[in-house]
């Protein structure tokens, strides 16, 4: 059962996002970003995500100026993250502020990264996979 508390603290964090974030969720919101729907201050096990998804299975951060490279929290929190399924991408305020392009172009490089690939076609346009030696073929 998830902690009452988290929750109600994700819910206010909601009414009172940074400027980063709030940036970034215009971006994310109502799966216009690449069909995925994102929800923001997600409660995960022991933590909120920033911006979580459950189609792939993606967590984005937006760390602010508190938060080193190397920060072990950081790195605990991931593994927690990971340990329940999710995929965890880091951008920084600066990032976000500064080069909003970049780190979107990089977000879709990372979710194309999770999609399965699409079956690929015969040259005849026939699903290769679908081929079988009863399969009726147009010919002309």
Known sequence: MRDRRLTDFARENRKTMTEPATRMW??????RFEGVKFRREKVIGPYIAD???????????????THDADD??????????????????????????????????NLAAVIADMRPPLPTL????ERAFDVSPNTERNTR
Not at 53 to 64: M, Q, S
Not at 73 to 101: K, P
Not at 122 to 125: D, F, L, Q, T
């Open 122 to 125: 015969s040259p005849e346009g």
């Open 51 to 65: 911006f979580a998804a459950n189609d792939p299975k993606l967590v984005v951060e937006i760390d602010g100026d």
């Open 72 to 105: 072990e929290c950081d790195r605990i929190r991931t593994g927690v993250l990971n340990q329940h399924g999710y995929r965890v991408v880091r951008y920084s305020n600066v990032e976000v502020m500064q080069n909003l392009e970049g780190v979107l172009m």
């Open 26 to 31: 215009l971006q994310l919101r109502a799966s």
